[in-house]
């Protein structure tokens, strides 16, 4: 299969959502329902080293394009699409004024969220301008996310334990749940023993009722998206009512 970047100079919009509608079909056939993929963001002399050949351009409105072409393709044929990693990555800290930060990083993930990108993988890069704490772990982000790009479905961090995380010294655990309560709905963790992970974020919820009903609201996303592959029985709908899942509108400065 071809790499994004050589699709972007290679294929069409058009070819690059038929590329991915067969491979989505291949993945349907290997049992698969989700796939932790396209890279929607422009590459950057900056990035060049962590992303390689993973993004379809340098330029955010034709990245955009064909991420959001991928995404098409793959949802086509059943396959659950997660757009990454918002709002950037390959460097520590994004250092861009607000409005540069929506027109520039934003945008590409814009028309993949248009065409119902099932999921979106959060980043750990820092984005002063929003808030200066890794992205995963920013209730601000999430919120912009939420309410500025108009994004309803599954929010995935990026590995929890990657080393861009383990600068401050907190576990694993810590890391999941600081996600979790700025409003990631999925932990992505790399450990083979995951089960210390599990049993912290159970006993959270027990002893914090804040905590819990973040957590409900993380699952129903969960049990959305599980519903959506195909893998729970769309005869019986998932949210009673009880759950709210709209963002809190945001006071973000956008001067």
Not at 6 to 16: D, L
Not at 205 to 228: G, P, T, W
Request: include cysteine; proline fraction near 5%; charge should be neutral.
């Amino acid at each position: 299969f071809p790499a994004a970047e050589e699709i972007g100079i290679r294929f069409s919009v058009e070819e690059t959502e038929e590329l991915y509608r067969l491979l989505g079909q291949q993945m349907r056939e290997l049992g698969l329902q989700l796939n932790l993929a396209p890279v929607a963001e422009a590459g950057t002399k900056e990035t060049a080293a962590a992303l390689g050949t993973r993004t379809y351009s340098m330029e955010p409105k034709q990245a955009g394009k064909y991420a959001a072409a991928a995404v098409r393709g793959m949802q086509k044929a059943g396959i659950l699409a997660a757009v990454k990693h918002f709002p950037g990555n390959g460097t520590a800290e994004l250092a861009v004024d607000y409005k540069t930060f929506l027109n520039r990083y934003c945008a590409p993930f814009r028309p993949s969220i248009t065409d119902g990108t099932a999921a979106v993988v959060i980043s750990h890069i820092t984005v002063p301008a929003i808030e200066a704490v890794p992205f995963c772990f920013s209730a601000k982000g999430i919120t912009l996310l939420r309410n500025e790009l108009g994004f309803s479905g599954l929010i995935i961090t990026d590995d929890i334990v990657m080393q861009a995380l383990k600068q401050n010294g907190a576990s694993p655990e810590e890391n999941a749940m600081r996600a979790l309560t700025a409003g990631c709905d999925m932990i992505m963790c790399s450990l083979s023993k995951i089960y210390p992970l599990i049993e912290a974020i159970a006993e959270k919820a027990r002893s914090n009722a804040e905590f819990a009903k973040r957590l409900d609201e993380a699952v129903l996303q969960v049990l959305i998206a599980k519903q959506r592959a195909g893998l729970i029985d769309t005869g019986k709908p998932v949210n009673s009512g009880r759950v709210k899942t709209k963002a809190a509108p945001t006071n973000q400065n956008k001067d």
